[in-house]
């Protein structure tokens, strides 16, 4: 999209809404966005999934949240013990936002900086836990065919990866939460460059979220990654209130084919 063209819509008295999917691949969406809209969760608050990830919290944990928008994760964190946080995302906006938020909440230690995911700032082996919540899934919006995505994608996909590896302590896990079924995210996850493994569980109520954790240095110990656990993609059934949202523009209902 060029800089002379709209990236949104607007309501008076509304956030920006994109006019498709593809307006999320947009900086300027966000900003347009960010300067508007206080807070908006992505794939549910940390309340849905508090008991997948609060197992993998301790207080000595140094956090590292990737595309932090206006989201609350980090302040929910916070209260549960885990005081060295870092929340980066690419909108200044977003960014100055979150810094007077935790200011007038007089929350101190949490940092928030500007930042690209495609290219970490920080030095290796330097953070205990990563954790992205939808941020990945903006890669696939115009991904094409989800069982073939389009190489540009791929590559998009593969360099966050290989950041976020790459910033991760020996041991230390990745936690990614999204509406990528296994079927698609495996194939990335499971790249000859990672050694880490790959587990899953679901959460939401119409939505089907996956809550994915990798842990650096060791690889799967089933074939299936799902913690020994069957696994069904459900019929979608969308509660009112996740009408209004927007994160069903990331849902791709499709079957796994049949082996």
């Not at 929910?76 to 938020?101: N, P, Q, W, Y």
């Not at 540009?152 to 996909?157: D, F, H, S």
């Not at 880490?196 to 990798?214: A, C, I, N, R």
């Not at 799902?226 to 459900?234: E, V």
Request: aromatic share 12%; charged share 25%; proline share 6%.
């Amino acid at each position: 999209m060029n800089d002379g063209e709209e990236s949104c819509d607007m309501e008076a008295g509304s956030e920006p809404r994109p006019r498709s999917a593809s307006a999320y691949l947009n900086p300027r969406y966000w900003d347009d966005r960010f300067a508007s809209e206080e807070h908006y969760e992505w794939f549910k608050d940390y309340s849905q999934f508090r008991h997948l990830l609060h197992p993998l919290l301790n207080p000595a944990l140094s956090v590292l949240e990737v595309g932090c928008g206006n989201s609350r994760l980090c302040e929910d964190l916070f209260k549960d013990g885990v005081t060295d946080i870092t929340c980066i995302d690419l909108s200044s906006v977003a960014v100055e936002r979150m810094r007077k938020r935790l200011f007038d909440q007089d929350v101190h230690g949490i940092k928030v900086l500007q930042a690209d995911m495609l290219d970490l700032p920080f030095s290796s082996e330097c953070f205990d836990l990563v954790i992205e919540k939808g941020t990945m899934d903006v890669l696939f919006v115009d991904s094409g065919d989800p069982w073939n995505p389009h190489p540009a994608t791929v590559e998009k996909v593969m360099k966050m990866l290989e950041g976020v590896y790459k910033v991760l302590k020996p041991e230390g896990t990745f936690v990614s939460i999204s509406f990528g079924q296994p079927h698609f995210r495996r194939p990335l996850f499971e790249a000859p460059a990672f050694t880490w493994s790959v587990e899953w569980d679901t959460f939401g109520d119409g939505f089907h979220y996956f809550f994915y954790t990798l842990k650096k240095g060791r690889r799967s110990s089933n074939s299936d990654g799902h913690q020994n656990k069957s696994f069904s993609i459900p019929s979608i059934s969308l509660l009112h209130e996740e009408l209004e949202n927007e994160d069903y523009i990331f849902r791709t209902t499709i079957d796994e084919p049949e082996i």
